[in-house]
């Protein structure tokens, strides 16, 4: 059976209006293509060694000797990668502050963060899309490398997303959720142009202005026709409350500690 791949980028850490996670999806064959279209538009003229969207937007780092012409050129090149490789991408993100009211403190340590709510959200809509187009194939996610709430992901998609979900999602779910670099794991650069500019596109929305779409070419046209996307709402964030409400889910680390406890000396 087909084996599929989701790759996400999270934007928006300490970003007082939104937090967002997104990201694509393909065939793992595909995405094997991708790498080698990806770097190889990262090795043309003028050449990079990886992509960063904030970078690109701020003519620095790898893009601080383009002009706004050759930026254009650079970036239109790698969404036509993303076009060409890509079966959709999917945005989740959430009101910073409707997230502080609703849910801070109100829920266990364990889940009690927008990384680890917006995460667990990607994942759902994934292999929610994954059976509303008749995908049958289990889906590996890989998110970008970070530090903090990994272990906690991959110990709730043990012991409660796994035991708990309907038969179809269970069936779509592939191995425990990884995190990598993505300087070296280049699907990931594109999962964090998605991120970026989505980010950057509701904060503009939620301060009455018009996203400046000369910065990110393209992403505002045909690109979106692929993206679901969603932010989530209070009502959906007090559901999630009401959903873990006194759950708790153990840790590796609060487990050795445990064990450690009952250690005899």
């Known amino acids: 059976m087909v084996m599929f791949q989701a790759f996400a980028d999270d934007s928006g850490k300490g970003d007082p209006l939104i937090?967002?996670?997104?990201?694509?999806?393909?065939e793992a064959s595909r995405w094997a293509e991708f790498?080698?279209?990806?770097?190889?538009?990262?090795?043309?003229?003028?050449?990079?060694?990886?992509?960063?969207t904030k970078e690109a937007a701020a003519l620095r780092g790898q893009f601080d000797l383009f002009d706004e012409t050759t930026r254009r050129d650079k970036i239109d090149a790698l969404l036509d990668v993303i076009h060409r490789n890509v079966?959709?991408?999917?945005?989740r993100a959430v009101d910073t502050r409707a997230y502080m009211e609703c849910v801070n403190g109100k829920v266990?340590?364990?889940?009690?963060?927008?990384?680890?709510?917006?995460?667990?959200?990607?994942?759902?809509?994934?292999?929610?899309?994954?059976?509303?187009i008749g995908k049958?194939?289990?889906?590996?996610?890989?998110?970008?490398?970070?530090?903090?709430?990994?272990?906690?992901?991959?110990v709730f998609w043990d012991q409660a997303m796994r035991p708990n979900v309907t038969a179809w999602m269970r069936r779509r779910m592939g191995q425990r959720p990884t995190w990598r670099d993505d300087v070296e794991c280049v699907p990931l650069q594109a999962a964090d142009l998605l991120?970026?500019?989505?980010?950057?596109?509701?904060?503009?929305?939620k301060a009455g202005k018009k996203f400046d779409e000369t910065k990110i070419p393209k992403m505002m046209s045909p690109i979106r026709t692929i993206i679901d996307e969603m932010v989530v709402s209070v009502e959906g964030?007090?559901?999630?409350?009401?959903?873990?409400?006194?759950?708790?889910?153990e840790t590796g680390r609060e487990r050795s500690a445990r064990h450690a406890r009952r250690t005899p000396l």
């Open 19 to 26: 937090f967002v996670m997104a990201g694509f999806v393909s």
């Open 136 to 154: 049958k194939g289990s889906v590996e996610f890989i998110f970008d490398e970070q530090h903090g709430e990994s272990r906690e992901i991959q």
């Open 195 to 205: 991120a970026w500019t989505y980010r950057r596109m509701a904060e503009d929305w």
């Open 237 to 249: 964030i007090r559901e999630f409350v009401q959903r873990q409400m006194g759950a708790r889910f």
């Open 35 to 52: 790498s080698n279209e990806w770097k190889a538009v990262l090795e043309t003229a003028p050449q990079i060694r990886y992509f960063k």
């Open 87 to 91: 079966d959709y991408g999917i945005v």
């Open 108 to 132: 266990s340590v364990t889940l009690d963060s927008p990384y680890f709510f917006v995460a667990v959200e990607f994942m759902k809509a994934t292999l929610q899309r994954q059976y509303e």
